[in-house]
């Protein structure tokens, strides 16, 4: 494969499909579910718009396996009992203009969304605004055919590939870390042992879609947690990567766990993990995406021309700015404006960036930026009207089944 590429270069993946460049959405949960786990005119707007502005990959965050463990009411949850003609609507609108379009696919653990759920991870905790069950034995090993079922529906219904996320504290991350993974079986102890879970749902994923459809993995560096996963043992789930058959590996950090430092709250000088992917380079041939603290179409260049980064992937400047791969191509505003929330709360600037999503959706947003409390009282007015359908659609799924 090429390395020191140009950003605006094709890439061909191991499975054989050509991205048309090196700019990719990277996974944000845009809440713009209805609620039943299906995808709103709004949302389908949304990804309409980002594949009109010329990425070469946009990725659903978090895309639900089954109700019982979402991060938000307004995730979508594909399974059999989706109605799939609904998802080809957004396969085919935010898949236009040869931009791939790909779900993340997602299990929040104990980080579920406790209203319309009864957490479990890998462990039981009893933590502040963390509380969770541990998973059956009999719960891990249906869990690698949950993965595979909602990706092969996403082929079915004409996605053009799966992200599995096991990065930001969700539950094959939390398998990753031995603060939330204290298990005595095959799942637990050393790091062969807690990368278990993520390499048997890439298999079994591998096996329903066949050769040809891109798997990626999203992957922290680090929670930047102390006593949690760190890079010592993410580049020996790297190199274990390598040997397996997934297309792409995204590399991010930090977590949503309460209290902690997630990637999206980040203000520091970007791109933030970029270290670490050289030295995940050199134990891995597969492509590598970089996520987190992409502000300027040089730092974006610079990751790709150092041969470190096949891909780089950008949430927050998407959100301010949809086109904004094509105005770097064209020359044209190499930089978008990034507001400054002076002591947010915590998850305010998520909140403040998912309602920005919404308003991208509805057409409607407006040159100033709004007022963080607000967008945090309508996100969460959105998730508490959400919740209702949500409880009453999914009336025998949210009490903690698989
Ligand atoms: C509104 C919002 C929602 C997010 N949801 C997800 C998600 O569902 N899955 C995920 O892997 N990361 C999620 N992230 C994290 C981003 O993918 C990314 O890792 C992080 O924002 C750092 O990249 P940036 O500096 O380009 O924003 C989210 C970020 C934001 C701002």
Known sequence: MQRCGNLFEPLQLPCGL??????AKSAMSDSLGDGTGHPTAEQIRLYQRWAAGGLAVSIIGEV?????????????????????DRFRRLARHGGANDTKLWLQLGHAGALAYAPTSNPKGPSALDLPGLRCVEMTLDEMRQLPSEFARTAWLAQQAGFGGVQIHAAHGFLLGQFLSPLFNKRSDEYGGPIANRMRPLLEAIEATRAAVGPDFPIAVKLNSSDQLEGGFDKEDALKVVAALDRSSVDLIDISGGTYFPGAKSASDGTGRGPYFLEFAKRARAVTTKPLMLTGGFKTRAQAEDAVASGAVDIVGLARALVLEPSLPDLWKADRKLEPFFPRFSDPPEGGVTAWYTMRLTEIGADKETPVFGDLGQ????YEARNKSRTIIWLRHFANDVVGQT
């Open 18 to 23: 050509t991205l048309k460049n090196r700019i």
């Open 64 to 84: 639900q396996l089954t109700a019982g463990y979402a991060e938000n009411p307004g995730n979508l949850v594909l399974n059999d009992a989706s109605d799939l």
């Open 375 to 378: 967008a945090t009282r309508d």
